[in-house]
């Protein structure tokens, strides 16, 4: 009886375990997102680009409106949502959103 009592304490401490683990891994990879959109976010689109930080065309993605321009940069791998009044990156993501 004692040694099922064990084995039940060990699988159920192991799950926590890795539960714990995987929820750091996310933290980690959120922490890594922000360091990114605070990178960008607040910055003249074309100070970004012009810089020397990407020398890739823009592709404009859908969604893009009077208001807003929703673009990716392949080189640097970024999608930011700008608005167009004053080319202000007003979002930004990894990857091609």
Sequence with gaps: MK?????????????FLASCSKQKKLSE??????IFKDK???KN?????GRGIS???????KGTNNKHWFV???N??????????TDIILNA????K
Aim: hydrophobic share 45%.
């Design 29 to 34: 990879k959120d922490k890594s997102e922000q």
């Design 72 to 74: 990716y940069y392949k």
């Design 3 to 15: 040694r099922i009592i064990f084995i039940v304490v060990i699988v159920i401490s192991t799950l």
């Design 45 to 49: 689109v074309f100070s970004v680009v």
């Design 40 to 42: 960008y976010i607040g």
């Design 93 to 96: 993501a990894q990857g091609r």
């Design 55 to 61: 020398s890739a065309k823009p592709e404009t993605l």
């Design 76 to 85: 640097i791998d970024a999608t930011f949502i700008v608005e167009k009044k």
